[in-house]
Nanobody
Framework: QVQLVESGGGLVQPGGSLRLSCAASGATLDYYAIGWFRQAPGKEREGVSCISTSDGSTDYADSVKGRFTISRDNTKNAVYLQMNNLKPEDTAVYYC?????????????????WGPGTQVTVSS
């Protein structure tokens, strides 16, 4: 089982940036696909981005393409989500999750371990 902890959330004005981190323990992330998800009040959870293990390929939801960038640092056993040009509709609790497989798809929500989440609020 992988233990995950997200950090880096907060309050930011529209157009601002945040960098979320997902720190893992209990296993090395080298063999795990990693996903970032978010859930806004009253809405279903949605996939935001994911990164595979095999070639580091990435996938993004259409709503964040060109604004968000996912990356992984296996030496630090961590994954990051750089979020630029944030919009009020990006407001949500953001979660990272792991799946013991090499591939990923942002539309696939089948992950095994989840972090507790970090709140991102975009407001003026």
């Amino acid at each position: 089982q992988v233990q995950l902890v997200e950090s880096g959330g907060g309050l930011v004005q529209p157009g601002g940036s945040l960098r979320l981190s997902c720190a893992a323990s209990g296993a090395t992330l080298d063999y795990y696909a990693i996903g970032w998800f978010r859930q806004a009040p009253g809405k279903e959870r949605e996939g935001v981005s994911c990164i595979s293990t095999s070639d580091g390929s990435t996938d993004y939801a259409d709503s964040v393409k060109g604004r968000f960038t996912i990356s992984r640092d296996n030496t630090k056993n961590a994954v990051y989500l750089q979020m630029n040009n944030l919009k009020p509709e990006d407001t949500a609790v953001y979660y990272c999750a792991t799946a013991f497989r090499s591939w990923c798809s942002v539309t696939d929500g089948r992950y095994d371990d989840w972090g507790p989440g970090t709140q991102v609020t975009v407001s003026s």
